[in-house]
């Protein structure tokens, strides 16, 4: 009779983890108060007063730009938008080269293709999962126009490397903090480590307004450009008197009055919610190191995490069984989050697998069917361009998300017994 439930033995725990849900009161006040004025948006897509959108969207990018201590907050309606305005903003031409990460949500590294830019993967930090200074380095060409650096699980990038490059070579870094708001690395906040960061707000992140992203910059320029390209550029520039051209074909990236109101909440629960994420951590690492085939996530010097997600290193050899096998196991001695249920268990084996190997960068088919921009570039996305990455992908990272601060000391109990559990039967597993 086997203990594993995976192998049909008794699970851990069975009652869904309570639900996780950062709205509350205050946000229905809000958006009540939004309703009643009968103004759920206010941009017009010229020239006018209103190209900067209403009473909330503004009150929001003075908000949030002071709390991070930046001149400029520009509201949009995701990360995603914020950081294609932000490749937008730099000037971005076909055929430009943009160094990117292989390991992020798909956007951090498609970004460059909206406007013919060529992004070019360099490998990882084994340890905090973010660029590798030296792998950029390598990756350098005249060609290149960027770097997009992410904040990896909450982790800010190392900035003083990574930077000192970018000053080196003339270009800029655009920072995608959506999985790190509130965290400093000596004493700057991730997301104005660089020369314009994009926050997410879409419902898994930290704070959210369901969907929305803001971006941030100090400068003037990249501000007014930002702003531009949220808002139907084309239509505004003759108004405005806007001479230079590049990249002044807008969208419609506007956020509306309700999520701004929404996001105003938000941002005052975001130090409390960090902090509760930060001392879970804390808790399920103090049970979680006496295991011996993880690695709790190291952190860098002068950094704080954020915890958008726990991982692990895991070390095949030790287990004797593979990081899938071994996460199918505690998975299935461990619920779903009430309100999540669909999501499943919030555990995985190897995080996204290396962005190069979407089917976009394997056939070079992007925007059209004839590869553009692919036919502008001789770079290539084989299998073997970022090791580290593809190491810990296939074998070294395991992820969970049991840290949110719905968890109580009993609900980490449950995980920390799973883990050991599966550990100390993993013999059944072989
Ligand atoms: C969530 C996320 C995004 C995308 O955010 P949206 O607001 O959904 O567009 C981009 N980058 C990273 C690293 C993310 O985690």
């Known amino acids: 009779m086997s203990k594993l439930a995976l192998l049909g033995g008794q699970p851990v725990r069975t009652t869904p983890f309570p639900a996780y849900v950062t709205a509350g009161a205050e946000e229905k006040e809000a958006a009540a108060l939004v309703i009643d004025s ?14 900067y959108g209403g009473t909330e969207v503004q009150a929001l990018e003075q908000e949030w730009a002071a709390y991070y201590g930046v001149k400029h907050a520009i509201a ?29 949500m798909s956007i951090s590294a498609t970004g460059p293709l909206f406007y013919g830019g060529i992004p070019v993967f360099a490998d990882l930090e084994p340890d905090y999962f ?20 992410v904040d990896i699980f909450g982790q800010p990038y190392d900035a003083e490397a990574i930077n000192a490059i970018a000053r080196k070579h003339g270009i ?26 994009v926050f997410s707000l879409n419902y898994h992140k930290h704070i959210h307004c369901g969907e929305g992203g803001v971006i941030v910059t100090d400068s003037d320029s990249l501000a007014e450009r930002l702003q531009l390209i949220r808002n139907h550029a084309e239509a505004v520039v003759a108004g405005k008197g806007t001479p230079d051209l590049t990249n002044m074909l807008g969208y419609n990236f506007r956020m509306t009055e309700l999520d701004a109101a929404l996001t105003r909440c938000q941002l005052k629960k975001l130090a409390p919610l960090l902090e509760i994420r930060q001392r ?29 997600v726990h991982a692990c290193r895991y070390d095949a050899e030790e287990a004797g069984i593979t990081s899938r096998r071994f996460v199918e196991a505690v998975k299935a001695e461990l619920p779903t989050f009430h309100l999540r249920e669909k999501e499943g268990t919030k555990l995985g084996a190897g995080y996204v697998q290396p962005l190069y190997l979407l089917p976009m960068f394997q056939q070079r ?13 001789s770079r290539t996305y084989a299998r073997g361009l970022c090791p580290v990455c593809e190491d810990l992908y ?26 050991h559990k599966v550990w100390e039967n993993r013999d059944e597993l072989r």
């Open 130 to 149: 973010c660029l590798s200074p030296a792998s950029v380095e390598e990756r350098i060409s005249p060609r290149t126009k960027a770097i997009v650096v």
């Open 38 to 51: 009968g103004v759920l948006s206010r941009y017009l897509g010229c020239w006018h007063e209103q190209f």
């Open 280 to 308: 879970n951590v804390a808790y399920l690492e103090n049970g979680l190191k006496e295991i011996p085939c993880l690695t709790i996530p190291a952190v860098r010097l002068g950094a704080e995490h954020a915890y958008y």
């Open 394 to 419: 296939e074998h070294s990272v395991i992820t969970h998300e049991f840290m949110l601060p719905s968890m109580d000391k009993s609900d980490m109990d449950d995980v920390v017994k799973a883990f």
């Open 172 to 197: 800029p870094v655009i920072e995608d903090c959506a999985q790190a708001p509130g965290v400093r690395l000596n004493g700057r906040y991730a997301g104005t480590l660089g020369d314009v960061g």
């Open 365 to 377: 088919i992007a925007i059209g069917n004839q590869g553009w921009p692919f036919t502008l570039t």
């Open 76 to 104: 949009v309606n995701s990360c995603t938008s914020g950081l294609i305005c932000a490749l937008g903003a730099i000037g971005l031409s076909p055929g430009d080269e943009v160094i990117v990460t292989p390991w992020s």
